[in-house]
């Protein structure tokens, strides 16, 4: 992926959110809406450039002993991506579907893109995070190149 590798234990607000997660999931998902065509190829390209630049959306968790997690992106996976077919007011059950869904914590990432295609000129993306590694705030926060 990158020269960047995390190997560091969990912060406590991290650990937290964790934690949590156990008991009810801490995703929350970040909607665009995309007008125009749009190529499945140029989106995995993107979700890779953006992974490469924040080494936090290719952690997965590694438990270390009874009560001790780090982040790990060692044998870190690319973000996957999911493609649906469904109508312009259906992004609003499938962003539900993945705020309930488990992120996969000891395969990583913490992260998943959905493309909800509506029609060819128009789609939502729905970005789902879990909670420990981003907040909705920092989520939907433009990045300058």
């Known amino acids: 992926m990158d020269d960047i ?3 560091r234990r969990l912060s406590p607000s991290e650990n ?6 156990q008991e009810c999931r801490c995703n929350f998902v970040i909607r665009s809406g995309i007008t125009g065509p749009t190529r499945e190829e140029v989106l995995r390209q993107g ?3 953006v992974q490469v630049r924040h080494p936090m959306l290719r952690v997965r968790v590694e438990r270390d002993g009874w009560n001790s997690l ?6 870190a996976q690319g973000i996957p991506l999911r ?13 539900e579907k993945e705020l309930h869904e488990e992120l996969p914590v000891k395969d990583g990432p913490l992260v998943r893109c959905t493309l ?7 789609h939502t993306v729905l970005i789902a ?10 989520g939907s926060f433009p990045m300058a190149p």
């Open 16 to 21: 937290l959110w964790w934690v949590l997660d």
């Open 47 to 49: 979700l890779k450039a």
């Open 83 to 95: 493609i649906e077919e469904a109508p312009p007011n259906a992004w609003i059950k499938q962003a």
């Open 116 to 122: 909800v295609r509506h029609t060819d000129e128009d």
């Open 70 to 75: 780090s982040f790990q992106t060692h044998g």
């Open 5 to 7: 590798m995390i190997d």
């Open 129 to 138: 995070f879990h909670h420990a590694i981003l907040d909705a705030i920092s």
